[in-house]
Antibody
Framework: QVQLVESGGGVVLPGGSLRLSCEAS??????AHWVRQAPGKGLEWVAL????????RYAASVKGRLSISRDNSKNTVYLDLNSLRSDDTAVYFC?????????????WGHGMLVTVSS | DIVMTQSPDSLAVSLGERATINCKSS????????????LSWHQQKPGQPPKLLIY???TRESGVPDRFSGSGSGTHFTLTISSLQAEDVAFYYC?????????FGGGTKVEIK
């Protein structure tokens, strides 16, 4: 059973920063995605990184403010959130691609709430 | 960016009856390189993360009941639940995995009538 264990969510002031982490056994062999869901809204894909870090992509709404990275020695993926705004408030899901480069998301973490508020 | 449009926004179906959800993409999701449609369906129950049901438009993920099926090609796709069960109450999202940025449909809420 694949389990993605997320940590790092919380409350942050507008303009502030936060780092989200996601660890899973064998994660180094798969693409990593982050997807967010604002309260009562649908799913919004945020970022992806291939297993070897050769591909890194972002949604236009977060480019330049959010950054995905990974440490394959720790089977861990990160999402750095900077210059946060109120519309970044959402549950952030870590997710795994079906292969080292896959855009198919086949496993999801339970999600972490990030609240941007003064 | 590829825009994914789902319909209806919500539907109520009697237990044991068929539920049909539609998804339209603004661009062709059929790859000429491998003849596959780059379209997935995910189910999200209240308070839970999403779960992959279908990928390549019609391939059922391991462990997904066979009452769930996907069809369609190009720009028009359908998720069908052949005989709705109580545990199928959820939001359903289509998702194009053809190109970045990856995009999701707005979601369809399925309820029991």
């Amino acid at each position: 059973q694949v389990q993605l264990v997320e940590s790092g969510g919380g409350v942050v002031l507008p303009g502030g920063s936060l780092r989200l982490s996601c660890e899973a056994s064998g994660f180094s062999n798969y693409a990593a995605h982050w997807v967010r869901q604002a309260p009562g809204k649908g799913l919004e894909w945020v970022a992806l990184m291939s297993s070897d870090r050769s591909e890194e992509r972002y949604a236009a709404s977060v480019k330049g403010r959010l950054s995905i990275s990974r440490d394959n020695s720790k089977n861990t993926v990160y999402l750095d959130l900077n210059s946060l705004r109120s519309d970044d408030t959402a549950v952030y899901f870590c997710a795994r691609g079906k292969s080292p480069t896959s855009y198919i998301i086949d496993h999801w973490g339970h999600g972490m709430l990030v609240t941007v508020s003064s | 960016d590829i825009v994914m449009t789902q319909s209806p926004d919500s539907l109520a179906v009697s237990l044991g009856e068929r539920a049909t959800i539609n998804c339209k993409s603004s661009q062709n999701l059929l790859s000429s390189a491998d003849n596959r449609n780059y379209l997935s369906w995910h189910q999200q129950k209240p308070g839970q993360p999403p779960k992959l049901l279908i990928y390549w438009a019609s391939t059922r993920e391991s462990g997904v009941p066979d009452r769930f099926s996907g069809s369609g090609s190009g720009t028009h796709f359908t998720l069908t639940i052949s005989s709705l069960q109580a545990e199928d109450v959820a939001f359903y999202y289509c998702h194009q995995h053809y190109s970045a940025p990856i995009t999701f449909g707005g979601g369809t809420k399925v309820e029991i009538k």
